[in-house]
């Protein structure tokens, strides 16, 4: 099976600019995530989906990040205004919807630099 | 709150053995994950345990024992290709099955 597709793989923006990741998962997975992982830690996550809504986004910062799943499908994240600390890889995650372990099975990352 | 313990560093040789352990206080537990991440790279499934003992797959087992909040990474034959980070990873009871993940433990294979 295709895996999880991120683009762009990478993105250099100044502060203040607005940056926009794409995400398509795999067939039939219905939870999707996006995690941002700064360099030597774990991930952290923004947001998770299920299908088209919400299921957590208490660590998403509102005031500058936005996302949406619209048809429960693919996603998009978006930051703007961006700051020096949004530099970070930003994974994007789907696992489906079955009992049992419900391995996440990640994209490549997306590496965002704010300049 | 919920924490997770793993060690930031460990270096290791070649054809050796190496165990990676992992602590947590989670608010209920619904199954652990390793996962291995190579530098600039995505990570991707090892291994997951939600009953206590060992589970074997190949070079690598993992263990968990739910009444010490405690799991480890056992790592057999090393090759230079395992050098990479582990990270460790609780799914905390409750509808959304949330992960909390550690920080990683970047391993080291020396020749």
């Known amino acids: 099976e295709a895996g999880v597709a991120q683009s762009p793989r990478y993105k250099i923006i100044e502060k203040r600019q607005s940056v926009a990741f794409w995400c398509n998962p795999i067939?039939?997975?219905?939870?999707l995530y996006w995690y941002q992982q700064i360099l030597g830690q774990g991930p952290k996550l923004l947001i998770q989906?299920?299908?088209?809504?919400?299921?957590?986004d208490s660590q998403l910062p509102k005031d500058r990040f936005s996302a949406e799943r619209l048809k429960g499908v693919d996603s998009t994240l978006k930051i703007q205004p961006a700051k020096l600390e949004d530099s970070a890889v930003y994974l994007c995650?789907?696992?489906?919807?079955?009992?049992?372990?419900?391995?996440?099975?990640f994209g490549a990352g997306s590496r965002l630099t704010v300049l | 709150g919920q924490n997770i313990d793993q060690p930031t560093e460990m270096t290791a040789t070649e054809g050796a053995i190496v165990q990676i352990n992992c602590t947590y206080q989670?608010?209920?537990?619904?199954?652990l994950f390793w996962y291995q991440q190579h530098a600039g790279e995505a990570p991707t499934f090892l291994s997951y345990n939600v009953l206590d003992g060992l589970e074997e797959k190949g070079r690598f087992s993992s263990f968990l024992s739910r009444s010490k909040g405690y799991s480890y990474l056992l790592l057999k034959e090393l090759q230079m290709k395992d050098s990479a980070s582990y990270l460790c990873?609780?799914?905390?009871?409750?509808?959304?099955?949330?992960?909390?993940w550690g920080l990683g433990t970047s391993l080291a294979v020396n020749p």
């Open positions: 989670t608010s209920g537990f619904n199954g």
């Open positions: 067939s039939g997975h219905a939870t």
């Open positions: 989906f299920q299908n088209n809504g919400v299921v957590d």
């Open positions: 990873a609780v799914r905390v009871a409750g509808n959304n099955r949330k992960l909390i």
């Open positions: 995650a789907s696992s489906s919807q079955t009992a049992g372990a419900n391995v996440l099975t």
